[in-house]
């Protein structure tokens, strides 16, 4: 019971005030479209237990999976205000990625946006 407690608190506490709400739309329910997601829109502890349920590794999704054409570490340091889990998966996405990362500024939108998941 006290590890859950901490594990809700701590999710509250990276939850940023200031967050403007995107609105995504699951294209497919693909595993890799799920990861998108959840880049995009989750807090690191749940993003942490989505990954570990999916089979794949922060190397196989650093190197290999595109969310809407964009390599993973882009496209959750654009819709997502925790950093953290953009910067764990550029550890392991190539050089050019990890430079795009820290330069991708955050763009919110009022429309929906589609999210299609898809391994190189």
């Known amino acids: ?3 859950a407690s901490v594990i809700v608190a701590t999710s509250l506490l990276t939850a940023p005030a200031f967050a403007v709400d995107n609105r995504f ?3 497919d329910d693909r595993i890799e479209t799920r990861l ?3 880049a995009a829109t989750a807090p690191l502890v749940r ?3 989505n990954l570990a349920h999916s089979g794949f590794d922060y190397r196989t ?3 290999h999976l595109l969310c809407n054409g964009e390599p993973l570490a882009v496209f959750s340091a654009r819709y997502n205000d925790d950093r953290r889990i953009a910067q764990r998966i550029g550890r392991y996405s190539p050089v050019q990625v990890q430079q795009r990362v820290q330069i ?6 009022d429309s929906p946006i589609e999210v299609r998941g898809k391994r190189l």
């Open 1 to 3: 019971m006290k590890l």
């Open 25 to 27: 739309i699951a294209a």
């Open 36 to 38: 998108c997601l959840s």
């Open 47 to 49: 993003w942490t237990g």
């Open 61 to 63: 999704v650093g190197r």
């Open 104 to 109: 991708t500024e955050l763009s919110r939108g």
